[in-house]
């Protein structure tokens, strides 16, 4: 069965510092889909990154990056130059092609930037 | 620009009452999901629809039921509220399903059940 597992669960940080927040994912299957979505303080979830299991080049967006690694099992995030803002839940979830609608998401990790 | 609208925002049940809560969706998308959010965890598929007059369970539909009678709408039924349930309830949609595309999120239902 799928398993999103995002190990560290609160993170402080000081503004401008770089910030990475893990993602190890579980799954049988050869075709799936990696996700991040942010949660600030309004409580709505924000999609910021959709991967395929073929596409293991990196992405970066503006002061957002993301390292996918299949050898791993991993699909890290990388804020750079933390700002206030960035404060929030962030959560990784996976999505198998073969259970498609079932959406299986971390438990999220709190990240804090402090002025 | 509405999205994906939830109603209410905050409730609190007693044991054993029944409420339903609204989902509502303007982008015409035929994937509408439930999903709870417990402290600490991560977001549980509850029920999902891929169209107007289908639905399908989750992975923790316990205590719950859906209809979709229309494109636009999906609510959530909790017919005897237990404590259990205590939980934020997140409604979302997508055109092409979870896979194909990101998914469109409300802003949430806080549900206290006491």
């Known amino acids: 069965a799928q398993k999103v597992t995002q190990a560290q669960t609160e993170i402080s940080v000081v503004e401008k510092e770089d910030v990475t927040l893990d993602c190890v994912y579980e799954t049988r299957d050869t075709t799936y889909y990696l996700f991040w979505y942010k949660q600030p303080p309004s409580g709505e979830l924000v999609f910021l990154i959709r991967r395929n299991s073929f596409d293991e080049q990196n992405e970066i967006s503006g002061r957002y990056s993301w390292n996918f690694q299949k050898s791993t099992s991993s699909f890290n995030f990388t804020i750079t130059a933390s700002q206030v803002v960035d404060s929030a839940v962030y959560f990784c979830a996976l999505s198998e092609a073969e259970a498609n609608n079932d959406m299986r998401f971390g438990a999220g990790t709190r990240l804090t930037v402090k002025p | 620009n509405a999205g994906v609208t939830q109603t209410p925002k905050f409730r609190i049940l007693k044991i054993g009452q029944s409420m339903t809560l609204q989902c509502a969706q303007d982008?015409?998308?035929?994937?509408m999901y439930w999903y709870r959010q417990d402290p600490g965890m991560g977001l549980k598929l509850i029920y999902y629809?891929?169209?107007?007059?289908?639905?399908d369970k989750g992975e923790v539909p316990n205590g719950y039921n859906v209809s979709r009678s229309t494109t636009e709408d999906f609510p959530l039924r909790l017919e005897l509220a237990a404590p259990s349930q205590t939980s934020v309830y997140f409604c979302a949609s997508s055109s092409l399903g979870a896979t194909n595309e990101k998914l469109f999120f409300g802003s949430g239902t806080q549900l206290s059940v006491l």
């Open positions: 629809s891929v169209g107007a007059g289908i639905t």
């Open positions: 982008m015409n998308h035929n994937y």
